[in-house]
């Protein structure tokens, strides 16, 4: 018997309210569907996109774009309720699902196989989105006094809410993380999004401090999108949407995927982690695993764990409906916690056995023996959301901790195809050990177009196609002509360029992590969060150039609300590495991760630092640039390694209205 999983029955259904609003509210299929303790060896996991919120619009016209848009707003409201989740988790190592209980965004099981993963909000530029965030889940008293510090992990049950990329009001009841939303408590998040927010992929998280490892490592994640129909004008970019709208010859297919890694435990009576002899984690047959303590985080404790990345709630799932020769956009989110992943695809082995009962610590001969053949390219064309101004071919994409790849994909022939989380150099990952590989999926591709001329042709040619019918004509040859010289995007990138004559302050930012104080700080700039303590005041309307680096080990920087472009990224002898044709080897063995983000726009950027703790300084600098537009309040920055961010790594940031005298004006002056 196949355990094929499908979605495609979830769903929110929107139920008029009074002045023409809409609720969403969450219906599942709730069959009564077993839990199979020990099902076929070979099961056959079908993974889709995560079930999707589809909002409607209304008919009031938007009252101003500054892009041209034929496009509609609309109003929406969406309950969002926080419990325990019982649900099962695939285990290959003992071919059996494992029963969890998690924290998770909806009470409900939607699907007994993927509970996990939660669903994707799609929206539009200039729609209005309220969730109402219903914390229904036990009492935490740590929630209302803490008696330890303030930066020690606590009130596990208290959240709130982070539209992860989003450039949206970051203050009151806008994309507000500085709040606890506490056991019994409700609170509408209002998300109004500005006509000319750029299109993208982003993602949605829980982010209250003490407890947002725990929680994105239970699954409270999921997917947000931003549709764009502004097609480039003659005086303005538009939306790589448009150009990838499906046409006769290509259907353009997308594929969403919520990357995650869940990190369950199952412990003894005395409360210690159950561990195999091989000293990955063990949940034996009864037991309920879930994740109630840090010390389930830390230094290579992914890895060690044995647990398995999922993909939409589903561990090693296949994709299916693949055709050659045709493009497929597939829009990736890393929503772990602290672990890269390093995508790749490569064609499986004929007469290669099943990998579904393969243990974590036997996958990297798997992938050895029957993941054969080079790499297949992936086309990146955005980075965060955001779209780049030219196509970059990649055969292996990192993805740091939030990272998002856009990338456009063709699979060159029919056959089966291992989607791996491959090797990389030790520097490039966060436990700065080397990686084995980790078999991630597969995906069955079905007969179709043959590639005479290769990938990277066939995707210029299918582009161009698609150009012809679908962009405007007075700016279609520009577009086709940009195609053809190098994928160039130049017609769709959001943000213009930051020149050097705009800039207008400077800021610098440094992680480190001191071991030689108990307990250990996380630090940014030498000083642990402090939730009473505004770390930086910033000016409306400015433009800083951030000088990154890191200290101790790597670190993911993420700063909320304003995107940043990079220009420049330094090895530590001064090279700079983010260049197109650059080389990043200055450990000794290549990092391509760095290889042509110059000019690319960002919220998230790994601060490298070379060498482990102890030795010679090895920090690489980071320069990047971003505008302080729209938005006054108080926000975040911090490391995208959520336990260190839980810990004190991160920076409250305020933006303020210029006083006219050179200053910021940050109250009302008697």
Known sequence: MKDIVKN????FRLVPLSGGLLMAVFVSALSAMPVQENPASDPARIVTNPPLLQLKRKTAPMLAAPRKATEKSHEAELDLNIVYTDGRIWNPSVQRFDKVSLRSYRGARVDPDAPFVSPTLEINPGDTIRINLNNRLPADPSCIKSTGPVNAPHCFNGTNLHTHGLWVNPAGNGDNVLISVNPGVSFQYEYDVPSDHPAGTFWYH???????????SSGMAGALIIRGRRPPTQTGNGDIDTLLKPTAAQPFRERVLVMQQIQYACRDAGGKIKLNPDETYRCDPGDIGGIEHYDQFGPNSWPKSGRFTSINGHVLPTFDGAVAGRVERWRVIHGGVRDTINLQFRELKSGARSPSA????EHDAFVSENCAGEPLP???????GLTMGAAIEMHQTVFQPAYRWDLLMVFP????????DAAAPASASVGQNPPSHQLLGLVRVTPGLSLPAGITSHLVTALTAAAAVNMPASVRAKIVADLRNGLKLTSFVPHPDIPDTEVTGRQSLLFNIDVNVK?????????????GRVDRVLTLGGVDEWTLKSDF??????IHVNPFQIMKILDPSGKDVSTADAVDNAGGTVDLQYRALKGMWKDTLWVKNLVPPGQPPGQYTLVVRTRYQRYIGDYVLHCHILDHEDQGMMQIIRVALP?????TSERHQH
Not at 659 to 663: K, V
């Open 358 to 361: 393969l243990p974590a610590a």
């Open 378 to 384: 992936q086309h990146a064309i955005a980075a965060d």
């Open 8 to 11: 495609d029955t979830n769903s």
């Open 553 to 558: 080990v790597s670190h993911p920087f993420h």
């Open 413 to 420: 022939r029919a056959g089966t195809y291992c989607v791996i």
């Open 659 to 663: 006083d006219g005298a050179g200053g």
């Open 206 to 216: 829980t982010h209250r401090h003490g407890s947002t490892a725990l929680q994105v």
């Open 519 to 531: 307990p250990t700080q996380f630090q940014v700039n030498g000083k642990p969060f402090d939730p």
